[in-house]
């Protein structure tokens, strides 16, 4: 498996891929995994909350520069990962992946909210969605930088 990025995605400056790198330890046992509709459902998860911030105004121009390819893989491996799922999260690290975009707090509301939306059009019960939003929380320092 090639660290820094796969065919079809740009080329990145190179890092140390790292399970650290995911910014949280993933849930214990399988509840998480199920309760999100496993590969398929993190997928449509993914893609949905994606798909939504890009189309939505307030935040379409962040992604206008983004690697959609490498966004969407890296994504669905650290929600696979947190979830309990048993990837390997390959990405960087919280702070490296967002140091250059100057994303604002309201920039993270707005992607809790299509993730909300996304995780609750898979059927995701309410609980179990809190307890993934409470493991993104933390991130948010590292992404928010002004
Ligand atoms: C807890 C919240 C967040 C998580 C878990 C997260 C996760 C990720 C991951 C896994 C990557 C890719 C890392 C890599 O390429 O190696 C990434 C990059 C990116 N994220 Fe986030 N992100 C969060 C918040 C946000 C928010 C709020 C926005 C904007 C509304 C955002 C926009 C982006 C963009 C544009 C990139 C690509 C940066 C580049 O092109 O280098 N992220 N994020």
Redesign the pocket.
């Known amino acids: 498996q090639e660290p820094h990025h796969m065919p079809g995605e740009?080329a990145?400056e190179p890092?140390v891929p790292a399970p650290e790198?995911?910014?949280?330890t993933p849930f214990e046992g399988t509840e998480m995994w199920l309760a999100f509709g496993q590969t398929e459902g993190v997928s449509r998860i993914v893609d949905q909350t994606l798909d939504a911030?890009v189309a939505d105004p307030r935040?379409a121009d962040?992604?206008a520069?983004?690697?959609m390819v490498?966004?969407r893989r890296?994504?669905k491996?650290?929600?696979c990962y947190?979830l309990g799922g048993g990837c390997v999260?390959?990405?960087?690290?919280?702070a490296?992946?967002?140091d250059?975009?100057g994303?604002q707090a309201s920039?993270?509301?707005?992607?809790?909210e299509h993730?909300q939306a996304a995780m609750r059009d898979q059927g995701v019960p309410f609980r179990q969605q809190n307890r993934f939003l409470a493991k993104?929380?933390?991130?948010?320092p590292?992404?928010?930088t002004r």
């Open positions: 740009e990145v890092y790198n995911a910014g949280a911030s935040t962040i992604f520069a983004t690697d490498r966004l890296t994504l491996e650290q929600f947190i999260y390959t990405g960087r690290s919280m490296d992946a967002h250059d975009i994303l920039d993270f509301a707005i992607l809790v993730l993104l929380a933390p991130m948010r590292d992404t928010v």
